[in-house]
């Protein structure tokens, strides 16, 4: 059932706590990276201020070890949201205590708090399966979230980066805050509408591209897919497991042996859901990985002493046809070590093609990570429906899972 949001609940002079993924990358002097995790938020933070909600915001911020550690402080996005909103956002200096309680109780209509780094404080990543086997860690999440839950009227989850976590913020607190409104805000639901629509209705022919460097990593995903999609096509490491149970020589290339019995299992099982599988015919291939490594192009097998790399010239044209006449696509992982140029050319050409698709009416997602800085790299943002914000979450949205911290949150 779809979930209540922001804009079905009255925030006017209610103070909203509200779950964001401020998890931004940083240098190593602690300067933003890159500001889009905070421009993603921004219209349910603007939404909230604008229709009178006085607005605390929490978040975590890199691995902390659940201890302040200040290289992982949140000032640094209090600054960049204040100049993005025109206005003053106040800096807790924790995100529980008396201090902050104080803070919380005189904030106004308009006004526009950000917690210190949740993680900050061990409870917060407290797994509810540790915590059921052990009362005293229980108890310590029970009442680190009971602070948080008693600053605020309402809870608004807008975090889609941590929405597969039992964190203490986003399972805990909302349980905590039954009684009162919790909903989803304006990004969790453009990623749920596009990730879960995408899926459960999708327009024919329906692609799906999976890369990256692992397998094992994606059974639950391809398992999933089987079945819904057309055609899986497949590049990157984890291809070469499928070759190798092929009874394909795959030379030096990474390979899961552990997991080539499931991948021959997928393979046959796909066969048998009359899904197609697309696998690379040639591989760009190096001796040793490492910059401007002289390469050459494998046909077919691959000797002893090679190893891949990127697919090859003929596969990523052949990917580039199964994908032209797609009417609904999904890509998540690199078809090659496309960090490492020319090795990044079989991903820019299929990024190209779901570019070309999508201008053509293909609805496109974009699992978040590699693809996405891929395309990002390419400047094809704006030629693709929708990128994710969040890796583990879409791909765990792509393997059919349901999200608990999602679940709890009040329906329509
Ligand atoms: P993932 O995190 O599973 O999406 O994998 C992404 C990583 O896979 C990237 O760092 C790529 O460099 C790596 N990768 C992709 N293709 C290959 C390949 N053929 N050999 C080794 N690593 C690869």
Redesign the pocket.
């Known amino acids: 059932m779809a979930k209540k949001t922001v804009a079905d609940i009255d925030v006017k002079g209610k103070k909203v706590l509200m779950r964001c993924d401020f998890n931004v990358p940083q240098d190593a002097k602690g300067n933003i990276t890159s500001d889009d995790r905070i421009v993603k938020a921004l219209p349910t933070i603007k939404n909230i201020l604008e229709r009178g909600g006085a607005l605390i915001l929490m978040s975590h911020l890199g691995r902390t070890e659940g201890q302040r550690d200040e290289k992982f402080t949140l000032a640094p996005v209090a600054k960049r949201l204040s100049e993005m909103l025109g206005k003053k956002v106040i800096f807790a200096g924790d995100c529980i205590g008396a201090d902050v309680k104080a803070k919380a109780k005189a904030l106004k209509s308009g006004d526009c708090m950000l917690l210190e780094n949740l993680r900050f404080h061990k409870e917060e990543t407290i797994k509810d399966k540790a915590a059921k086997e052990d009362v005293q860690l229980r108890k310590a999440k029970d009442d680190f979230a009971k602070q948080l839950a008693d600053l605020a009227d309402i809870y608004v989850d807008d975090a889609f980066g941590t929405a597969h976590r039992d964190n203490a913020s986003m399972y805990t607190v909302p349980q905590a805050m039954k009684g009162k409104p919790r909903v989803i805000g304006f990004l969790v639901e453009k990623e749920l509408k596009f990730l879960g629509d995408t899926i459960s209705n999708p327009e024919k022919p329906f692609v799906a591209i999976l ?4 397998v094992s ?2 059974i639950g995903v391809i398992e999933n897919l089987i079945g819904k999609v057309d055609r899986i096509i497949i ?6 497991t499928f070759l190798k149970s092929r009874g394909k020589a795959i030379g030096n ?2 390979c899961e042996d552990d997991f080539m019995d499931k991948a021959l299992q997928l393979l046959d099982h796909a066969a048998d859901a009359n899904c197609q599988v697309v696998l690379p015919p040639d ?1 760009a291939v190096v001796r040793k ?1 490492e910059p401007n490594a002289e390469h050459r192009i494998a046909v077919g097998d691959i000797d002893m002493g090679w ?4 697919i090859g010239p003929m596969a990523a044209k052949i990917y580039a046809k199964n994908i032209t006449d797609a009417k609904t696509i999904i890509w ?9 140029p020319p ?1 990044d050319k079989g991903t820019k050409a299929i990024a190209l093609a779901v570019a070309e698709a999508t201008d053509k009416g293909a609805r496109s997602v974009i699992g978040g ?3 996405a800085s891929a395309i990002e790299k390419l400047g094809l943002q704006d030629r693709i429906s929708h990128i994710s914000t969040g ?1 583990g979450a879409s791909l765990e949205l792509l393997e059919g899972k349901k999200f608990k911290a999602i679940e709890i949150l009040d329906d329509k």
Do not use: I, R, W
């Not at 890369?211 to 692992?214: D, N, T, V």
């Not at 190893?307 to 990127?310: I, R, T």
């Open positions: 890369g990256g460097a692992k990593d994606k590049g990157g490491a984890m291809a070469y290339s990474l591989h990985l190893q891949a790399v990127d998540n992982g690199p078809m090659g070590v496309f960090e490492m090795f990570g590699d693809s890796g």
